[in-house]
């Protein structure tokens, strides 16, 4: 079946403007993430979403930084007045629910430069 | 705190075995993952350790030893294209389904 899609795959936008980054989770996973992976780096947890239930915000690293997720499927990562260290790959992943989230299918991210 | 203390880089020979060790500190946790991660794409899930002990998969293995907080992927009978670099990921205790990685080791397979 499909697997996790991101859109777009290279996002290039001036410095102060917003962004969205959009996320379709596989079929039937109810569990959604967005990571932050810069350079060469780990990655870094943003966001997650279960279900029906309030949102796991503690990664998100400033109120610049926003996201939901409509009809438990679609989800969207906005970024307000980007600034250059903003720019890395977004990645979006998705499970089956809280007791598979050991086992995350990743999409295949959203390169973000930030001029 | 939490953290996950990987080597950031490994060499090894195609057709030889190499072991990526993961060292962590955290209060708590369900259990230790492995995901493979090749230049320019998305993070692919390997392996998973809920139990102490041993998990294999193919050439790749994986090991878990709470007590000593630490774990281990093996790779056997190494091949060009498992260059990559390779990260351990915990759940922690307590905090939903927050995964905490680590910052990866990357594997370089020489001829």
Not at chain 1, 1 to 14: F, I
Not at chain 2, 21 to 32: E, P
Not at chain 2, 95 to 108: D, E, M, N, P, W
Request: proline share 4%.
């Amino acid at each position: 079946g499909a697997g996790v899609s991101q859109s777009p795959s290279n996002k290039v936008t001036e410095k102060g403007k917003d962004v969205e980054l959009r996320c379709d989770p596989i079929s039937g996973h109810t569990a959604l993430y967005w990571y932050r992976q810069s350079l060469g780096q780990g990655l870094e947890f943003l966001i997650y979403f279960q279900g029906n239930s309030a949102p796991d915000k503690s990664g998100l690293p400033s109120d610049r930084f926003s996201a939901e997720r409509t009809g438990g499927s679609v989800s969207t990562l906005t970024i307000q007045r980007t600034q250059q260290e903003d720019s890395a790959v977004y990645l979006c992943a998705s499970s089956l629910g809280d007791s598979s989230s050991y086992e995350q299918y990743f999409g295949p991210g959203t390169r973000l430069t930030v001029t | 705190g939490q953290s996950l203390e990987q080597p950031s880089e490994v060499t090894a020979v195609e057709g030889a075995i190499v072991q990526i060790n993961c060292t962590y500190q955290t209060s708590g946790f369900y259990g230790l993952s492995w995901y493979q991660q090749h230049d320019g794409g998305a993070p692919t899930f390997l392996s998973y350790n809920g139990l102490d002990g041993l998990e294999e998969t193919g050439r790749f293995s994986s090991f878990l030893s709470r007590s000593d907080s630490y774990g281990y992927l093996l790779l056997q009978e190494l091949q060009m294209k498992d260059s990559a670099s390779y990260f351990c990921a915990v759940r922690p205790v307590g905090s939903a389904s927050k995964i905490i990685f680590g910052s990866g080791t990357r594997l370089s397979i020489r001829p």
